[in-house]
């Protein structure tokens, strides 16, 4: 191995050293600091949609996929909030097409919503 390549971390770099061995110590889930890990490298990176990207394959995989109740406790809070913002927007429309397409987004929502919640009770076994 060639150490040339290998710096110390200073500065930000040891910054989140410290933040993640804190959050070890904290009993954080670790879905949360896998979380925080990936917001830092978005913005050290530059690479915006990383984190949305990583945190919509652990929904995918560690959730749906293999029943981790954290991953599908946080997607289903996601798509309560957007059921309820389209609720909320549903008043204020006129277009009856338009109030047709968010009626049915709704209720696919609300669908989706039962299958997370039932994903969470078997997850909780």
């Known amino acids: 191995m060639n150490n040339k390549f290998i710096e110390p971390a200073y ?3 040891q910054n989140i050293k410290m933040d993640i061995m804190k ?3 904290e009993g954080k889930n670790p879905y949360e600091i896998i979380y ?3 917001d830092y490298l978005e913005k050290v990176s530059g690479e915006k949609g990383y984190a949305a990207n990583v945190r919509e394959c652990i929904d995918s995989i560690y959730g749906i996929g293999l029943g981790a ?3 599908l406790t946080d997607e289903l809070f996601a798509v309560q909030q957007r ?3 389209m609720e909320e ?4 429309i006129d277009d009856e097409d338009v109030k047709k397409r968010i009626g049915f ?3 696919q929502h609300k669908k989706f919503a039962a299958f997370l919640e039932e994903k969470i009770k078997k997850a909780k076994k």
């Open 105 to 107: 987004a709704i209720g």
């Open 23 to 25: 959050m070890i110590n």
């Open 69 to 71: 109740k954290q991953p």
């Open 11 to 13: 500065g930000k770099d």
């Open 83 to 85: 059921c309820h913002k």
């Open 89 to 92: 927007a549903l008043n204020d």
């Open 36 to 38: 925080y890990i990936v």
